[in-house]
């Protein structure tokens, strides 16, 4: 038979059968360069059996154009895509497409060439050739890279090649990265941590699937008792793969991998210069890129031999994506690790209800790590009722919070506070007229950040200057800013402790690794004293002298309704509160809320984490949420309002009547306008027994729109705007 069926890269088509060429060899999973009419499209050769047939006669076929020079894509990677096209009702080009996610990667060997100062002078210094070189000491990268990192063009940077300032260095582009020693410096584990790496590293000599859930309290030692797995795996000769749910978390890991294990882990996220991408890729695929520390789009990797997955924070909602195919890398993990016949180790200390649900009707074998590395006591938690203890007009620091960190600067220790809103201030109004500043483009507010002096969108990025009177009524000095972002409370610390050296830490100010690690290098200094930030420095960061923390809304969350709200505030409170007191003096937080009486509020008060989770399992069961039942969303949008309804109408008009399965909908949604696109929703709900993806691509699948319209359906979602 030279007949071969392959999944083309093309989401508005099926599967497609070729003739394969006489002496051509192409076993499933090889990607094959599919003509398609006038031009040639990627495709990636799959068990026939396993995708849906046509009926065109073997004489018809045309014939493959060519194979490219990778190695086949495994059967554990094809399972995987294949689940996650069904689980997730996408189309399996558009999951096969994160598998190739490497232009560069597929064409095979190249190599280079990229420039070095050479010590030499130029024949003329002028100013700009001497910034240029300044700039440039110790890099090595391509002269656009180069011109990008000293801020010239690259004319400037050629003249000074032709001068012999720049020497070009011909670089293999897949050059292997240095493995890491997994006996490089071994740490002491303590009893607890000792206990949950034995049975892990067990695991993974097992080579069997084997879901964890490595449950340990913040500053447990979570990330040093998996990395003697993840050093297991490396002595097997084996590849890891270790997930983080931020870019901004990864500096603190490398570091952190790199002591342990002498070199520093291979790195996957959407940032890699394209460069850096295929050489990651082409490793992965050949087995030589051992411990890939990556983004969630990291899953779908061709890894050669994979011995081992962890998901860090796996409760994370980052985790998941919410655009293109709509997954969620926790799961899809899970999935992997089952295809692949490898352990998975999902870590967390404020687990999602689902993951301790799975362990507790035994399909997860839960490790618990109850108590802070080295003694650390875990932080005294207390509530600030702001009914009570009132800031004052203007202002959102309650007195005791205030005193709380004088106190800490008069002992030289620091203090963050914790407030999930970037920039200054929420919303702007006039003050003669009530006009109020709204994105064009979205149904949400203008958000003013003072720093840059801009008034910008958080959901689409629309930015305008801040006028200096009103546009609808004209009058000058009349607009005021309402609430607080995390910029207005940092203007506030410095009015009420105005020796203290107030840092503000979000995605805009820690927008890139070398940025982040020059915060972590200041506070490990002592030389900021509080720090004001979003959710980025919740988690992973360990700064010893951090002993107060302060909630400065702890209401915020629970707002809006979301089905998740008051498990994501329990899991963000928990997590900023385990910043302090994780070296050797005690840490103290403070959380200010208007209702301390909220279950969430009080179980994060009690400390008595059992508490909550028992009132949110009972609430979720109660509504058929999930883990108890299943969520769908779709989101039917267009450009055009009208559009966009009719759509969602007509969508409803077709809705299938199953048991167990309720429909609400259409409705427009929460955000009815994002992103310049109007949005109508379904939002499903049903009991586990239903088969709910089947329903929705049967009943999605007989209608038609028009070209404007987008559907997109969100199996398990998170986001409910
Ligand atoms: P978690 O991720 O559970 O919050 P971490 O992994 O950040 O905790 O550990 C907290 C701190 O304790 C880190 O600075 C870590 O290096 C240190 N630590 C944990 N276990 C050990 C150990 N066995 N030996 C030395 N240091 C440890
Ligand atoms: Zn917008």
Redesign the pocket.
């Known amino acids: 038979m030279n007949r071969v069926r392959c999944l083309v890269l093309n989401s508005a088509l099926g599967p497609l059968d070729y003739r394969l060429p006489d002496g051509m060899i192409a076993p499933p999973g090889t990607v094959v360069e599919c003509p398609l009419g006038p031009r040639t499209i990627l495709g990636i050769v799959w068990e026939p059996e396993r995708l849906p047939t046509n009926e065109v006669p073997v004489e018809k076929l045309r014939p493959l154009r060519g194979l490219l020079p990778v190695p086949p894509l495994s059967a554990p990677l094809r399972r995987l895509v294949e689940w996650t096209a069904d689980y997730y009702v996408a189309s399996l080009a558009g999951v096969a497409r994160m598998a190739l996610s490497s232009g560069g990667a597929l064409r095979g060997p190249a190599s280079i060439t990229e420039y070095r100062l050479t010590g030499a002078p130029p024949e003329r210094m002028t100013a700009q050739r001497e910034a240029a070189i300044g700039a440039l000491e110790g890099e090595q990268a391509t002269i656009r890279e180069l011109a990008g990192m000293a801020g010239v063009s690259e004319g400037v940077l050629r003249g000074l090649v032709a001068q012999g300032v720049l020497e070009p260095v011909i670089v293999d582009c897949d050059r292997p990265y240095d493995p890491p020693r997994p006996d490089f410096a071994v740490?002491?584990?303590?009893p607890e941590?000792r206990a949950a790496a034995k049975r892990l590293c067990e695991a993974v000599r097992s080579r069997d699937f084997m879901p964890f859930l490595l449950d340990?309290?913040?500053?447990?030692?979570?990330?040093?008792?998996y990395f003697e797995p993840v050093a297991d795996a490396l002595r097997m000769g084996r590849q890891v793969l270790v997930l983080l749910p931020e870019i901004a978390l990864t500096e603190n890991f490398l570091h952190?991998f790199e002591e342990r294990f002498g070199v520093a882990p291979v790195l996957w996220h959407s940032s890699l210069k394209s460069t850096e991408r295929r050489r990651a890729w082409r490793n992965v695929a050949a087995g030589d890129a051992r411990v890939v520390v990556g983004a969630r789009s990291a899953l779908f990797l061709p890894f050669a031999d994979l011995g081992l997955i962890v998901v860090?924070e796996a409760h994370e909602t980052s985790f998941k994506q919410e655009d293109g195919v709509r997954y969620n890398a926790r799961d899809v993990a899970v999935m992997r690790a089952r295809f692949e016949g490898v352990p998975v180790i999902l870590?967390s200390?404020t687990p999602a209800l689902e993951s301790l649900q799975m362990a507790e009707s035994g399909i997860y074998e839960k490790l618990d790590?109850p108590s802070?590395?080295?003694g650390a006591q875990l932080p005294a938690i207390a509530t600030v009722d702001l009914t009570q203890e009132k800031p004052g007009s203007g202002h959102w620091l309650a007195p005791r919070l205030v005193a709380a960190m004088e106190e800490r600067l008069a002992r030289g220790e620091q203090s963050l506070l914790f407030l999930n809103r970037r920039g200054y201030a929420p919303l702007t109004l006039c003050r003669n007229c009530g006009y109020r500043f709204q994105c064009p483009n979205c149904s949400a507010w203008l958000v003013e950040h003072r720093f840059t002096r801009r008034l910008a969108c958080h959901h689409c990025g629309h930015e305008t200057a801040q006028p200096e009177t009103c546009p609808e009524c004209g009058e000058p000095d009349c607009l005021v800013a309402c609430g607080p972002g995390v910029e207005r409370i940092a203007d506030e610390v410095a009015e009420r402790l105005p020796e203290a050296r107030v840092f503000v830490a979000t995605s805009d100010t820690l927008n890139s690794p070398g940025r982040a690690g020059e915060f972590i290098a200041w506070v490990e200094a002592g030389e900021i004293d509080v720090i004001v930030g979003t959710q980025l420095v919740t988690k992973?960061f360990?700064f010893p002298d951090l002993t107060l923390v302060g909630v400065v809304d702890a209401d915020l969350g629970l707002e809006g309704g979301d089905l998740r709200a008051g498990e994501r505030t329990y899991q963000q409170i928990s997590q900023v509160a385990?910043r302090a007191g994780?070296g050797e003096k005690p840490g103290e937080v403070l959380i200010q809320t208007r209702h301390p009486e909220a279950a969430v509020i009080a179980a994060l008060a009690a400390g008595d984490r059992d508490a909550f989770y028992e009132a949110e399992t009972e609430a979720r069961r109660h509504a058929g949420a999930p883990p108890f039942g299943r969520w769908a969303a779709i989101i039917v949008s267009s450009e055009d309002d009208a559009e966009a309804r009719e759509a969602a109408n007509r969508i409803g008009t077709f809705r299938p009547h199953v048991d167990d399965l309720l429909i609400l909908g259409p409705a427009p949604a929460p955000m009815a306008l994002l992103r310049g696109r109007y949005r109508y929703r379904f939002l499903i709900n049903a009991r586990r027994s239903v088969q709910l993806q089947a329903v929705i691509r049967s009943w999605l699948s007989v209608i038609n729109h028009p070209a404007g319209v987008r559907v997109s359906v969100d199996v398990d979602p998170y986001s409910f705007v």
């Open positions: 740490p002491e584990l303590e941590q340990g309290v913040t500053g447990s030692g979570k990330t040093e008792t952190r860090d870590a200390a790590l802070r590395f080295g992973g360990h385990g994780r």
